[in-house]
C-alpha cells in the first residue's frame, strides 16, 4: 500500500508535538550581557572577541544556492559566530544572512529579523525570494534581515551519513521491538554526531539567540527589532531573558509556550488533535452524513474502536501491506494539519471502518499526489529535508531534558498516551524517540520567561491553531511581565502577514512595529 513514509523521528509531519516543546538553556555564551535566569543562575560567559563584534558584513547579489528566484535588490552575506560562546577563541561557524532593503529608505527605522521556526528552517531564502515580506508599511520601513541559524540550511549544515538505518514505520508493540528501535536510534544519532562536528553540542535555542546579538550589534542596530514564528518565537523568549534591554520591537507569532515540557506538549497536541477530530465529528452530524454515525459521540466510538481494532490485529492492504493504528493516526493527523481534506477522508475511513476496505486511502494518496504534482524532489531538495528534520531533532533535545530514557519508559509512556488518545496516543509518544537516544545532554530545563526589563512585546494567535494552541499564547502572555496578545478569529498557523491575509492583523501589527502602539492587553481580529 503507497502510503506516504511515517518518521518516528521528529519531523514536519507531526510538529504539533515538537514545535511546542521548548525549554530554557542555561548553557552557551553571551557579549556583555549578564542577566540571571528565572532561578537566579547568572548567564554571563566570557566579553566577544572585537573580531565577531567589529565585522562588516560583504552584501552580494543572492545565488541560486541561497534561492533559484531572488527578489529585486535582495543581497546576502555572511557573519561568523562561535560555536561555542563559552570558548569564544575556539571553532565558529559562518551564518548566511539575507537583506532586502527599506523600501522608504529616508525614514528606515532599522532591521527587522525574521524566524520562520522549525526548529530546523532557515529564514535567509525565506526573505530573498519574497516569501516572508511583512506587513506593507513595516516592509517600507524596515530592512527586513534574514538569517539561517547555526547548523542549518546555509549556516553549516550538520549532516548524517548515507546507510544510517532506518527507523521502523510502525511504533514498537513488545520490548524486543522497543529495544531494537532504541539500538537503531542510538547508532544512527551517534552517526549523525559524528559526521556533524562539534556544531551539534551547541544548536540550543539560548546559542541561537546569542547569534542574533552579535547579528543586531553587526548590522549596527541599537535594538533588535524582530518577528519569530512557531518555534522562532521561543527564539524570541530566550533574547529577551539574555538580553533584556536591546529588546526592541517584537512580535511573536504562533506562540510557544517555554514552560511546557516535551511530555507536557505532547499531551497538549494529543488533546488538540482529539478536539479537531471531535470538530471534524461534529461537521459530518451537521452536514447530515450519518455514515460514520448519528451522533458526535457515536462518530467519536467508531473510531475510537476501530483504532484499538487495528492495534490487536492490522487490515491487510490489497498489496499485502498491512494498515495499522499508526496508519489511521497518520491520515488523522494529515487532515488535522491540513494535508488532506476531512471530506476526502471521510469516504476512505467509512470503507475501511464499516468494511475492512483500505483501497480507499490509496486513492486519498493518489489524488493528494496528483495535487502536488508528486514531483521528484531535487538533490538540493532532498538535503534540505534531511537537515531540516535532523536540525528540528539537534535544537528540541538540547532544548528539553524529559524524554523518556529507557525502552521500557517509552513503551509505558505510549500506553498512556494511548489511553488520553486512542487515536493519537501511541504515535505522538513515539516521536520522542529521537531526544531518548540523543547523544548529547540536554542543557535547557522548562521554565516561564518573564523578560523582566524588556519592552512590551506583541503576542499574535489565530483562534485554532493546531501546531501552537491559543493556549499557549495565553499562557505566556501571563508569564511575561509586558505584552499585548493578538487574536485572529479562525484556523492557521502564524496569523500575521500570511495567507489568506487579514488587513486587521496585518494593521495591527504594523501599527506596532511602525510606530510602537500596541493593540492593548488582549485585542482581537475577525478578519
Not at 335 to 347: D, F, K, M, P
Amino acid at each position: 500500500m503507497p502510503t506516504p513514509r511515517r518518521s518516528m523521528a521528529m519531523s514536519a509531519g507531526l510538529l504539533a508535538v515538537t514545535t511546542m516543546v521548548v525549554a530554557v538553556c542555561g548553557a552557551g555564551g553571551a557579549a556583555a550581557s549578564r542577566p540571571d535566569d528565572a532561578k537566579g543562575r547568572s548567564t554571563a560567559v566570557p566579553v566577544l572577541p572585537a573580531r565577531f563584534t567589529q565585522q562588516k558584513v560583504q552584501w552580494t547579489a543572492c545565488g541560486t544556492d541561497v534561492t533559484p528566484k531572488a527578489v529585486p535588490g535582495a543581497q546576502c552575506g555572511w557573519v561568523k559566530v562561535p560555536v561555542d560562546y563559552a570558548a569564544p577563541d575556539g571553532k565558529t561557524v559562518s551564518l548566511r544572512v539575507s537583506r532586502v532593503q527599506a523600501k522608504d529608505h529616508s525614514r528606515r527605522l532599522g532591521s527587522l529579523f525574521f524566524n520562520p521556526g522549525g526548529p530546523g528552517a532557515g529564514g535567509a531564502a525565506d526573505v530573498a525570494n519574497g516569501n516572508w515580506q511583512a506587513g506593507e508599511r513595516a516592509r517600507a520601513r524596515y530592512d527586513l534581515v534574514g538569517f539561517d541559524p547555526r547548523g542549518i540550511a546555509g549556516s553549516g549544515q550538520i549532516k548524517c551519513p548515507d546507510g544510517v538505518a532506518e527507523e521502523p514505520e510502525n511504533p514498537p508493540r513488545t520490548a524486543s521491538e522497543a529495544e531494537k528501535t532504541f539500538a537503531d536510534a542510538t547508532r544512527r544519532a551517534r552517526a549523525c554526531q559524528k559526521a556533524s562536528g562539534a556544531v551539534l553540542a551547541h544548536m540550543d535555542s539560548v546559542s541561537v539567540a546569542r547569534d542574533l546579538e552579535v547579528l543586531r550589534t553587526v548590522l549596527g542596530d541599537a535594538k533588535l527589532n524582530y518577528t519569530g514564528v512557531s518555534y522562532g518565537t521561543f527564539i524570541g523568549q530566550q533574547y529577551m531573558k539574555l538580553f533584556p534591554g536591546k529588546v526592541g520591537r517584537m512580535v511573536l507569532d504562533g506562540v510557544v509556550n517555554p514552560a511546557a515540557d516535551l511530555r507536557q506538549v505532547a499531551r497538549l497536541d494529543l488533546k488538540t488533535s482529539d478536539d479537531a477530530v471531535r470538530r471534524y465529528a461534529h461537521d459530518l452530524v451537521a452536514r447530515g452524513d450519518d455514515r460514520l454515525g448519528a451522533t458526535t459521540d457515536e462518530i467519536l466510538r467508531r473510531l475510537t474502536t476501530f483504532a484499538k481494532g487495528l492495534y490487536r490485529k492490522p487490515l491487510q492492504a490489497a498489496g499485502g501491506e498491512e494498515f495499522t493504528d499508526a496508519d489511521l493516526s497518520m491520515y488523522l493527523g494529515m487532515a488535522v494539519s491540513g494535508e488532506v481534506s476531512w471530506r476526502r477522508l471521510t469516504t476512505a475511513l467509512v470503507s475501511a471502518a464499516l468494511h475492512g476496505d483500505v483501497t480507499g486511502f490509496d486513492r486519498l494518496d493518489a489524488e493528494a499526489a496528483g495535487e502536488s504534482g508528486d514531483e521528484e524532489p531535487t538533490p538540493q531538495e532532498e538535503r534540505t529535508e534531511e537537515n531540516e528534520s535532523m536540525s528540528m531533532s539537534a535544537v528540541l533535545c538540547l532544548d528539553s531534558p524529559s524524554a523518556p530514557k529507557t525502552p521500557k519508559q517509552m513503551l509505558d509512556t505510549a500506553d498512556a498516551f494511548a489511553r488520553q488518545s486512542p487515536l493519537f496516543g501511541r504515535s505522538y509518544a513515539w516521536q520522542m524517540i529521537d531526544c531518548a537516544t540523543w547523544p548529547i545532554a540536554p542543557t535547557g530545563t522548562a521554565e516561564p520567561v518573564k523578560g523582566s526589563g524588556a519592552a512590551p512585546v506583541l503576542l499574535v494567535s489565530y483562534t485554532d491553531d493546531q501546531l501552537t494552541p491559543l493556549a499557549n499564547a495565553r499562557a505566556v502572555h501571563g508569564q511575561l511581565d509586558r505584552s499585548s496578545l493578538l487574536i485572529r478569529k479562525g484556523q492557521g498557523h502564524a496569523a500575521y502577514a500570511s495567507e489568506p491575509p487579514s488587513t486587521c492583523t496585518d494593521r495591527a501589527v504594523d501599527s506596532y512595529l511602525v510606530g510602537g502602539k500596541l493593540p492593548g492587553k488582549v485585542a482581537g481580529c475577525s478578519r
